[in-house]
């Protein structure tokens, strides 16, 4: 799989990183050369039975006790921009009806709906 | 001269036949003590950012464990759905960006989850019905954004950062507004049986998002199936059946103006808009995520073992239709009754103790609403109301025995009861509310009564037995509504009949 | 006479614990060190000299109390800028965390506490442990104590050159496909990377969730298993941590390896390999068989794609641990109008190039469409090696091979070719993709008298042998460390 400047900015999209043409010219030939040689993987051929992801035998999980949080001046002190409450972030989205409003009461499950297949 | 035949009638349009498919994503927030992956409580309202640690913030280094009592509570639910649970289930990496998420990753589930397939049974009018689920998993919320009408900040709150969820989608097996919401009032039931969540969509325990489309009969016989849209911000049982109700008239509207090319549309994101009752674009297909989901390395898969297994079996309950049809087999109750009492598992759970406790079947149901409106009232639930079942079953034995008339005894004797956790006898006793059933009292101002209104008394001789309510109307004025009325009743017509001159 | 910067920190404890030395004298001698040696290898980013003395004199006050400090009471370690410290910064060698501060410690961080280690200050470190040089922490490189000219390693080279320069005794690092080994091979000590599992990944800033491990680096065996033993164990919250109990290292007692079987596997003696290499680590073999342990040829022909399934698993799972430095909670914030302009901003200014590279390289694997053709093959083969890999240590103990192809590189030497840097790793990544324990020890110099690492392998959880086979091999060979000349001023 060849990548040039086009995909390397796709990707950088994706990423969220800013990448500059310049930069993104000399990315695209760095990661030709190193995808040309992961892409040696494609030749291996694996036995049927190539064994297993899970090295763990043992599940480990913790009971639902609650615990001490930490204070908010402890949660906020490493931020760029809070105002004592709140972290601030610059404006995500101009939402129509104006009001205040949480915009991900339901977002969360994003565009996952009819998994199953056309219908 | 032959008559021109009438012109052919202009073409009125013949509304096209469709079905309608609906298929739904609940999200419910779990009722753990601590979130999904950490310590942190889980509580709604608290200060924003008071509810975080280095794990739900996604500080550098912080690891999930997953929060073994929702995995069960899941497990249940899936039990309780009749879901295919998974032997061996891990958790799945979904990658974006948005302030609200720590990390930059949702914990979700993709490809192994809690459960598969499964059902849900709805009761609409028309009767029982299934609706086919394809999957139920656990992921973690995201915190809140709040943005400002003006300004260009949006301020965030982590709080609810890293709840358990357990998401549940169905199949499109939803045809109408009503099935909508007889499906999530089913499943907000089910959620309530099982104790694994609150399901209040106002305060965002329970969220949905209907996938709406149609398949139109179209020319020739054809099937032209409308673009699949999913509309979100749904936020009550009611929104639920209005958003589908909208979504069928827009996209019957947009097949009127398209025709067949309707079906070569993308696939979008509605929002439902309650103020104006109206559903509006959030985005296209073309604009979806790239989620990059992978196998979340910092949790091992999980084995859900005999153990697993055990444990959520012990946690699923007589759900509402296997209690409903016991009821009425058992207790003679009628299929409404039934039905009434075993919405809620509080309700049914109090019903039956009482019924235990010596109350009758009947009379125990028909009070049920009179104690759910206190509990309402006071925002406690039924079982904090100081009236245990026993109590509560001595009261209706009073009334079932005549000792109190029904009204003094919801109106006096059970407030009282709930405020002085007394015993029903004792306050009847002192408030002086038993009834009379001392016949000499009675047979006295029967026929007092009967002396002072001789034309009720002719016409109950005459053969108009709803004279005999006036009569009695003023022997229960007489003994300050204290009389047992079946007493009186009894006592009038065997002075009557008695004393009837021409007998 | 020895000086106290040049014992090691069992003898440091022991000289402690008898009050022959207090802490703070240990404490001071160190930090002299400090002093006069990180100007020329920048091996520290972070020291604090108050704050190490008053760490050193609470010792001191315990032990005056009649207190147990603990079993490193007094001693100095240094951490790896990756592991979280309440109350000094976490940098990871990054722009992007340069202002940060920890309110909790890592895991690892309360075992040394506890333990009474004396915390001298963090490490410099590639940029959130990307690379094999230390070339790309954000705050400059750090140069190998036995030439300036030359690299450390990486990523851990901060900890490594710290340890050799005898400005503490013992380090942590952390290791995801060589990054303990390779700078503990090119500063001549000795760095050893855990079972996975075996030692709590809580705290330490993910790189490679599954395959990124914490351990120690020190001047000889001895010491690095003392410090192993105070930070293995279960920890409840990290799900990958082992419940299992920590085997007794070095129990002592016999140094013969007289039935103990050490396989070859010959492809890691590639062409590749530097002739001095090839026959310091030849001559290695050649002491354990005299040992009288058994010698003998192995394969591990899939071994061979490690780098490639390396490069892919790593970056995927970078590419998803470092999207939640977004500019929002705790990192560097670059200029936006918008919420998306404030993240590319953030991460294209506080991110170096490399970790952009990995990044890029992640996203890619991971994206739709590719997925399948890298990073869910790149599993598959990972799975297949690991099989690979308990097959062949089923039949052999240990597994012998260098740790490098060649000796420390020139600084600068591998900056523009990063695949070259990779190819660097090829060694060592096996035993991170097989969650198998492994050693690098001196076993020499070169002709230029660069140090160069011998490798020892062993199965999962099997520290004990790898252990006992390494201790025997620095006995045999009566391998005394010898500390870099002093810098000219």
Redesign the interface.
Known sequence: ?P?DRD??LR??A??????SPEEAEA?AG??D???A??D???E?E??DD????T??D?D???EDRAGES?SRD?AL?????TDGEF?L????VDKPGGKTRDDRATRSGGDDAGRGGDR | MTATPPPPPASTPVPPKYRVLVGIEVHLQLRTRSKMFCRCPVRFGSPPNTLTC?VC??????????NRDAMLMALALATAMQCELAELTKFD?K?Y?Y?DL????QISQLDRPLGSGGVIEIITEDGVRPIRLQRLHIEEDTGKSLHEDAG?V?R?DLNRAGTPLVEVVSEPDITSAAEARAYLTALRALVRYLDISDGNMQEGNLRCEPNINLHIEGPGGTTIKTPIVEVKNVNSVRNVGRAVTLEVERQLAEYAALGPAVADGHRSTRGYDDTHDRTFLMRRKEDAH?Y???PE????PITIGSAWLREAAERVPELPHARRARFVEEYGLSDYDADQVCRERPTADFFEQAVKAGAGAKPAANWMDELNRHANERGAPLDQLGVGPERFAALVKMVEAGKIAHKAAAREVLPRMMETGEEPEQIVDELGLGQIDDSALLWSAAQDAIDQNPKAAADFRAGKEQALGALMGLVMRETGGKANPKVVRRVLVEILTESDPEN | MTELWQRDARSLAELIRTREVTALDVAEAHLERVLSWNDHIEAFLHVEPAQVRREAREIDRLFEAGADPGPLAGVPVALKD???TRGAP?T?GSRM?E??????D?HVVSRLREAGAVLMGKTNMDEFAMGSSTENSAFGPTCNPFDRERTTGGSSGGSAAAVAAGLVPLALGSDTGGSIRQPAAFCGIVGMKPT??LVS??????F???LDQIGPLARNVADAALLLTVIAGHD????????RSVPELLKGGTESLRGVRIGIPTEFFDEGLAPEVRATVGAAQAALARLGAEIEEVSLP?TR?G???Y??VAP??A??N???Y?????????E??????????S???G?GPEV??R???G??A???G??D???G????????M??EFERVTEKVDVLLAPTTPTVAFRLGEKMQD??AM?LNDALTVTANLC?APAISLPCGRSSDGLPIGLQLMAP?FGEEILFRVAAAYEAEAARKFAFPPEPSK
């Open positions: 799989m990548i995909e390397v990707i950088a994706l990423a969220r990183l800013r990448v990315l760095d990661l050369r190193i995808v040689h992961i040696s993987l494609r291996v694996l036995p190539s064994g297993s992801l090295y763990f043992q480990v999980h913790r930490l402890d002190k490493n931020a760029a921009e972290f972030v610059p404006q995500v | 280095p913030l996604g500080m550098p280094g912080a690891l999930p464990v997953p990496r990658n960006f302030p720590p990390k930059g990753y260009n949006s965030v790239d990059r989901y992978f390395p910092d949790i091992p | 990756n592991l979280s976490t990871c965390l202002t940060y501060n920890a309110s909790w890592a996975y599992g990944r809580y705290g330490l800033v993910a490679a969730s599954s409840p919250r990290d799900a990958t941590s082992s419940v899939l794609h780098i490639a399934v490069y892919i995927s799972e590419s998803s470092l999207a939640r977004d500019g929002v909670r705790y990192t560097l914030r670059g936006g109008r918008s919420v998306l302009d404030m993240y590319v901003s991460r294209g200014e991110f952009k590279r990044i890029l390289l996203t890619f991971l994206s739709s590719y997925y053709a890298y990073y093959h790149a599993q598959k083969v990972r799975a297949a690991r099989a990063p695949l990779y969650g999962r």
